[in-house]
């Protein structure tokens, strides 16, 4: 369209410019002359100027178009809807007392009797001596003051053994402090201490009483007891 538009410009302007180079006929002969009449040339000129359309896109061109994304996709009626999970705080529960078994024994068992039956008795309680050991000086009773520790020798009977000097009970071992055989006799011995004085003679009665109730009370003599 626009080019046919060129174009019949090119016609009009050519024409113009022909009927302006031909010059007028002055006393040109007109006898035994035929006049050609000039074309008549229609020109038409557009009333106004067109306007350029954008060429529409072509129908085989696909148009994209924005599917919207769905936000919510609705489940199936038979999907189970899995559970929500929420933080729940469980409170403490309380620490339940544990129930005890209790035994009760009607009839506790008793300790087996064990045989504490006494050692035979060696025979008769025999005297045979009191030796002196030793003296040492007393603290207590300065300046002669000693504490003389003497031994009781004796034959038979048996443990436990009690002592007493002039009468009064003195601390020993009940089971004697040892043995010794003299001339096929076995004797135990006994040691005691008793308060006297340094040097000079020491006299005495002392009495031995056995565990099988067997007893003796003798009298002694010693000639010199020296403190060391």
Sequence with gaps: MIRSSLLSRCFIFVALLLAACTPSPT??????????????????????????TAAPAPTDTPT????????????????????????????????????????????????????????????PITFRAVQFVRAVPDPARPPDGSLDTLSVEFAGS?????LKHDGQAVTTNPNGDGKFENAGVNYTFIYFTIAKTCGGQLV??????????QTFTHDYFIANAPCS
Excluded: C, M, Y
């Design 27 to 52: 006393a040109f002969p007109t006898a035994g002359v035929t006049v050609q009449a000039f074309p008549n040339v229609e020109i038409s000129t557009p009333s106004a100027t067109p306007t350029e």
């Design 64 to 123: 994209l178009e924005a599917t919207a994304t769905p936000t919510d996709t609705p489940l199936p009626t038979d999907t189970p809807v899995p559970p929500t999970l929420t933080n729940t705080t469980l409170a403490p529960q309380p620490i339940q007392p544990t129930a005890t078994k209790r035994i009760v024994v009607t009839n506790p068992p008793r300790p087996k009797a064990t045989n504490t039956a006494a050692p035979p008795s060696a025979g």
């Design 158 to 162: 048996r443990p436990p053994f009690t």
């Design 204 to 213: 005495g009665t002392v009495t031995v009483a056995g565990g099988d109730g």
